[in-house]
């Protein structure tokens, strides 16, 4: 059973697929070539589905950091006889455009270990456990490293000392001295593909210092923000980059599975895949970083993914990062869990629910990236302007909502509250997509909406708005109510929706949201959860813009302050030990606090620059 805590990890990225490794620097998660690819490590959630550990003998403290504007972690070992660095990433490789990080991707994890000060012996550990721990592969030795066969996976592990080798493991212990510096490699392939290459030293050096440019060099171009927790909002937009997949423009929800949002809970769930709702709100708070090109790609992708011959785009509400439709779910019966929290799930049979917010979240995207969008793409306006007409088509169904949850379908507010949206945004929208015949339809749609919700969402006994209709249950979603405009942030019902969300879902031992009371008919499953970190967020933003200055910055670095050393943010948090639950790390996570963070410094006037950086 694995049972490293969630913060223990950080987070390497290549845009194509994702590693978590340890403090203790061992790659426990590694999915290349993609990020929804099985994992050649997966000790994450079972302590034999494989690792890759590299670490001194012998250690009395660590601490570890990204280089700066980079997502190359760099990990510091103090020994009882010396000091030792170890950097990993994942190479980005060649490309001459920060606009398309990562589109030269060789799927090269590196590992540069050197000894600073006297001396240290490195325990090195090698053991690759395709397709989630079910391969155990036969090694073999060759000049520069080793080969793994075995099931789908072709791998090139390059070290420049032998390693002894058995059980379908390798290792040895490296003696360092000071100013010695030993690089590692894995080139991942499959039996399909090219062979993995076996690397020399200075290509190895080489292809780390390039990537670590490459990145500083988006960050240069794309990161220009000058607000209140500044360190806090690049490192989140630096991990948005990290979790979009650089061939199609598809922003994944997180780098992981299964992670329980409860430990030895049922509620987990493979986040690897691009969730609409998501990805648009990524891509908003990306505003900083988004640039014509990479806005453009995104909006392709979704066109491309969502694309029907049908008089409307029913959305699916996720998509796998190619654009793949079927997403179906199943169990992997062989992992232990994380923290025994099983079962271990990969797909999502989310992908088959009606969750009707979508439609507003993509239209809310794309109106505010208007002017970056193909004024001559006639597929796209079309695209848009069907999935205004489907919400007004489809407001008036019950859904799955926001939360996925899987009782029964409802009428629920946050759902009815982005069909508006959807509408008011294409209205918005009109002229630009070829829509002005659409826009006196669209105004009735929209009013109908606005007052079905002020009439059947608020709920008198309560005293704020609920989570669905007639219903007397708070929900966290709600406060989406002004924060998208609805309703002004002063308005007496917003204000009491606020105090309510406040009062009533808030953890005592966290003092972060819960999305609602799982308790619930409403959410169909057994157990509980933590407190989800987004919602907290929300709290903030919220009160920020209702004026309310002094709460919202209590909030914010409440919910901040659960961040890793690394500045990463998981789905929730566990209440009663203050620790990170749910996938890791969370784009959900890290776009709640970008927003609030700007809401905050916007209301208090010490927002220089916006979001939006120079590429604007």
């Known amino acids: ?259 329980p949002e409860e430990v030895g809970g049922v509620r987990n769930w493979d986040y690897r895949y691009s969730w609409v709702r998501d990805a648009a709100l990524s891509m908003d708070a990306l505003g900083s970083s988004a640039c014509l090109d990479e806005v ?72 505010r990236f208007a002017d970056r969008l193909d004024p001559d793409d006639a597929a796209q306006h079309a695209f848009l302007v069907s999935l205004a007409d489907t919400a007004a088509e489809e407001w008036r169904t019950p859904d799955h909502g926001i939360w996925e949850v899987r009782g029964p379908a409802q009428h629920f507010v946050h759902s009815k509250l982005m069909c508006w949206v959807a509408l008011d945004r294409a209205l918005r929208l009109a002229d630009r997509i070829g829509a002005r015949h659409r826009v006196e339809g669209w105004k009735r749609d929209r009013e109908e909406i606005r007052e079905a919700i002020l009439e059947h969402g608020w709920n008198t006994r309560t005293g704020a708005f609920t989570q669905y209709f007639g219903s007397e249950d708070l929900d966290a979603s709600t406060l989406m109510l002004p924060i998208s405009g609805f309703l002004p942030p002063t308005d007496e019902r917003a204000l009491a929706t606020i105090d309510a969300v406040a009062a009533h879902l808030t953890d005592a031992g966290s003092g972060l949201v819960r999305r609602y009371r799982s308790a619930a008919p409403v959410d169909g499953l057994e157990g509980s959860e933590g407190s989800f970190l987004l919602c907290t967020f929300w709290l903030a933003q919220a009160q920020a813009l209702a004026g309310r200055l002094e709460e919202a910055r209590t909030v914010f670095e409440r919910a901040a302050s659960y961040a890793n050393d690394l500045g990463l943010l998981a789905e929730q948090v566990d209440a009663g030990t203050g620790s990170l639950l749910g996938n890791y790390p969370q784009a959900f996570s890290h776009i709640g606090l970008i927003n609030a963070a700007h809401a905050i410094g916007q209301a208090e006037g010490t927002l220089s620059r916006p979001l939006r950086g120079p590429c604007a």
Request: glycine share 10%.
């Open 296 to 367: 453009a790609h995104f909006f392709a992708f979704m066109t491309d993914a969502a694309a029907t011959d049908w008089p409307r785009t029913h959305l699916q509400i996720m998509y796998g990062i190619g654009g793949e439709r079927d997403l179906t779910e199943r169990e992997l019966p062989h992992l232990a869990g994380w923290r025994g929290s099983v079962p271990v799930r990969v797909g999502n049979a989310a992908w088959t629910q009606a969750q009707l917010d979508s439609y507003g979240e993509l239209l809310a995207c794309a109106e």
């Open 1 to 259: 059973m694995s049972d490293t805590p969630i913060e223990e990890y950080g987070l390497l990225s290549d845009r194509h697929g994702a590693a978590l490794v340890s403090r203790e620097g061992s790659v426990d998660w590694l999915c290349l070539p993609r990020f929804d690819s099985p994992a050649l490590f997966a000790r994450l959630l079972d302590d034999s589905a494989g690792h890759w550990l590299v670490r001194p003998e012998h250690t009395l403290h660590t601490a570890r950091r990204y280089l700066p504007g980079t997502m190359v972690l760099r990990t510091e070992f103090t020994t009882e006889t010396g000091t030792v660095e170890l950097t990993d990433a994942l190479a980005l490789g060649a490309s001459g455009d920060p606009h398309r990080l990562g589109e030269g991707a060789e799927h090269l994890l590196i590992r540069s270990v050197r000894c600073t000060k006297g001396s240290a012996e490195v325990r090195v550990e090698y053991r690759p456990r395709p397709e989630y721990g079910r391969v155990v592969p036969v090694l073999r030795a060759f000049d520069g490293g080793l080969r793994a066969r075995g099931g789908p996976a072709a791998l090139a592990l390059s070290s420049p000392v032998a390693l002894d080798t058995g059980d379908g493991a390798a290792g040895t212990v490296l003696a360092l001295s000071e100013g010695e510096t030993v690089r590692l490699a894995l080139h991942a392939g499959s039996l399909d593909g090219p062979l993995p290459r076996l690397l020399g030293q200075r290509e190895i050096g080489e292809r780390l210092a390039a990537t670590a440019t490459a990145w500083r060099s988006w960050s240069r171009l794309h990161q220009d923000y000058q607000g209140p927790w500044r360190r806090e909002v690049l490192d989140s937009g630096r991990v948005l980059q990290a979790l979009s997949y650089q061939p199609t423009g598809a922003i994944v929800a997180a780098a992981t599975t299964s992670l």
